[in-house]
């Protein structure tokens, strides 16, 4: 199975700073070590065109330049470097490859990526531009070439921040389904409505949340039917995250992490997942869970090699 990396890329953030850039590493570290099966490769740098395909080309050159002014910078959270601009592009590279590798294979993903806060035109929650979104917009443009139809594309969103910048660039396009489990009183503070959200209330365990999860689901492929799935398995709604409220534990995210991966598996559907967030007090438990999931995905992945790698639907009996 094929996982992107770009934590070569690494931010000098000041003293306290609560992003983990760490984590990326370590993981990275951990997979090499505990999952050898799984292929890390280099990020590819994403182009201007394919983050033109949803970015305002002139943020993108504020971007590259360091022209953002101090409000956009404080609003993502980072000082700008050229690394900063670097790690941002290749970040969103990761999660192109990652799609890529998902539609022939079953199963891909992003060690990283996952910026869900980024809109069209600026920035926010450590997010520079939207990954995921980027992906989406170049798979259906991928798929155009051959297909008279657009590629339908959901997104299910598992941080326990709401992706306001993900509901806000596919607000009006019914060819993108945006399905988001969050927190209901945690960042960001004025949601965006996207296709499906569920508010979560703080302390939610984990019968709660894979009662919610399940009926999400439901509800998502009773109102929508996906050629391609995109997932966001973030680390955050641990009990142990400092920014998460929620009361989730290990093994309830691995639950969560099966329901999805079954999910899109019952239905032939090929996804590709990033890593989102996760701040948890001790690093080691955020790593952890991220590893799960890379268990969980690796499972998956083998069943479908052992499909043959076909990422046609599957048939009706097997729902």
Known sequence: MQAFYADDFV????????FPMAKYRLLRDALAAELPAIRLCPAPRASSGELALVHDPA????????????????????????????????SVGATIAAVRAAQREGVAGNLAGGTHHASADRGGGFCVYNDVAVAARLAQA?????????????IIDLDVHQGNGTARIFAQDDSVFTLSLHG??????????GDLDVDLPDGCDDAIYLHALDQALDE?????????????????????DRLGRLALTGDGLEARDRRVFDWAWQRGLPLAFVMAGGYGRDIGT??????????????????????????????????
């Open 59 to 90: 943020y993108v050159q504020a971007v590259d330049e360091g022209t953002l002014d101090a409000a956009m910078l404080r609003e993502i959270g980072f000082p700008w470097s050229p690394q900063m601009a670097e790690r941002a592009r290749r």
């Open 11 to 18: 931010l000098a953030l000041p003293e306290g700073h609560r």
């Open 286 to 319: 955020t790593v952890a869970v991220h590893q799960t999931t890379w268990r969980v995905a690796l499972s998956y992945w083998r069943r479908w090699q052992n499909r043959g790698g076909s990422t046609h639907p599957a048939p009706q009996d097997h729902e």
């Open 220 to 240: 998502l492929a009773h109102r929508f039917a996906p050629v391609l799935v995109l997932y966001l398995a973030g680390a955050d709604p641990h009990h142990a």
């Open 184 to 193: 209901a009183k945690n960042f960001p503070f004025r949601k965006v409505r």
């Open 142 to 154: 991928e798929w155009g070439r051959s297909h008279r139809s657009r590629l339908p594309v959901a």
